[in-house]
């Protein structure tokens, strides 16, 4: 019976890309991909509601191909967001699982 219990507590996920022990790089880029959209989103929308307050010349810097403010680049800048969010993840996971798997 215990064996029973072992085996199926070391059942890896399917859409997991590591070991247990390592970090889900799934997880971490839709959690990142999810952060960062909602983040986009809420500055988009203070920055509609206080429009001297936020320096829209960083955005066009950030986003490449983003006009103030058109459903088209709306949708960009989202696209973008999640995009950067699913490269961290895998260029930090993978580097995280690499060397955490040689020390310990």
Do not use: K
Not at 20 to 28: D, E, I, K, Q, T
Not at 60 to 68: D, E, H, N, T
């Amino acid at each position: 019976m215990a064996d029973i219990a072992q085996h199926s507590a070391r059942r890896v996920h399917p859409r997991r890309t590591v070991a247990p022990s390592g970090l889900p790089v799934f997880a971490l880029g839709s959690s990142l991909s999810a952060f960062l959209a909602i983040t986009y989103v809420l500055c988009v929308l203070f920055h509609l509601a206080f429009p001297n307050q936020v320096v829209t010349e960083m955005w066009f810097a950030m986003f490449p191909g983003f006009v103030w403010l058109t459903w088209q680049s709306f949708i960009l800048g989202l696209i973008e967001v999640v995009v950067l969010g699913w490269y961290a993840a895998l260029v930090f996971g993978t580097l995280y699982n690499f060397f955490a798997a040689r020390w310990p």
